[in-house]
């Protein structure tokens, strides 16, 4: 079974923006009561999700037989800039195209663009050159509008690129995000402006927004959704998620879901990967029989969602 994860991250603590890191400790300062201090949280923010050299994630997909993973890369580096220092945008997708260097064939990327950059035309030229690069992602949630008229260069530019556009629709976010920017609806629009383009929601509107997503996408013939985290609805309520395909595939098309974790492995994120081969366990048994329902999913139309899909799409041409 071939396998494909089309949305995982490989990172290191120090290559995400200060700014963004002290925000998150202010997230996990306020989750209990009486509420830490964030400052004694901040060192640790990010620490056991660091993998730089990608030696951990491959060992993983080894074990899961996982075939390749696209890193969508996210430049937080304006929302996350208040703070401190932070690694440029320019040096994290040159860091991206070291890791899919060490592996050929098992590794791509999706170029994080945040058009307010001024610079950010030659940006996202010059990591559309990289041969690891397979797309491009976007991240309004820091802060930006897709459908601001000042950004309409940015998507005609990846249509003369002939490159996947990745927008992160998933309401999950908190401080400092503005995660209302992220709303399928405002993709559907996108769609409209640009029919041409293809457009992959990433987390497919998990949780409050997956049947806006599901809406959103329906009728653009380019349109996907990608499930990473949905790990969290399968391991939760397993009859609920098969229902959730099961909709998804009526009404899109099994041809237009595309399998994804978004796990950052560390030594304290899913280190050997036994996440991961539960999530796709998971995923391969909508191909079969349960609690008395006939299977999900076709074995071909599994085979479409676990690897061919992500093949098309990112023109993994080295899967081929």
């Known amino acids: 079974m071939n396998v494909v994860d089309g949305h995982m991250h490989i990172l290191d603590a120090s290559w995400l923006p200060e700014g963004l890191r002290r925000a998150w400790a202010r997230q996990a300062a306020g989750r209990s009561h009486p509420e830490r201090d964030p400052a004694d949280i901040f060192p640790r ?27 969508p890369v996210v430049d937080w580096t304006i929302v996350g800039r208040p703070a401190g220092e932070h690694l440029p945008i320019r040096d994290l997708h040159a860091r991206n195209q070291v890791l899919a260097d060490a592996v050929p064939g098992r590794l791509f990327f ?41 950004h309409a260069w940015l998507f005609e530019r990846i249509l003369e690129l002939d490159l996947p556009v990745v927008v992160h629709t998933s309401p999950l976010g908190g401080d400092p995000l503005q995660t209302v920017r992220s709303r399928p609806a405002e993709v559907a629009a996108l769609l409209a402006r640009y029919p041409a383009m293809t457009v992959v929601f990433a987390h497919a509107g998990l949780e409050a927004w997956w049947a806006e997503a599901l809406d959103a996408a329906t009728g653009w013939q380019r349109a996907y959704l990608e499930l990473s985290l949905w790990q969290r609805c399968a391991l939760a309520d397993y009859p609920e998620f098969r229902r959730r395909v099961a909709r998804m595939r009526a009404q899109l098309g099994a041809h237009r879901l595309i399998f994804g974790s978004d796990i950052i492995r560390g030594d304290r994120s899913d280190p050997r990967g ?39 799409v990112f023109n993994l041409k080295e899967l081929s």
């Open 110 to 150: 999706c170029a994080g663009i945040d058009p307010r950059h001024p610079d950010a035309a030659e940006i996202l030229d010059h990591a559309a050159r990289m041969p690891g690069c397979r797309g491009v992602k976007l991240y309004p949630a820091a802060g930006w509008d897709l459908g601001d008229p000042a």
């Open 274 to 312: 036994e996440e991961l081969m539960t999530w796709i366990d998971r995923v391969a048994s909508l191909a079969e029989p349960y609690a008395g329902e006939p299977p999900v999913l076709a074995a071909e139309e599994l085979a479409l969602f676990l690897a061919a899909n992500a093949v098309r």
């Open 45 to 71: 923010v990010g620490m056991g999700q660091s993998d730089p050299d990608g030696a951990l994630t491959i060992a993983a997909f080894d074990r899961a037989g996982v075939a390749a993973g696209v890193m």
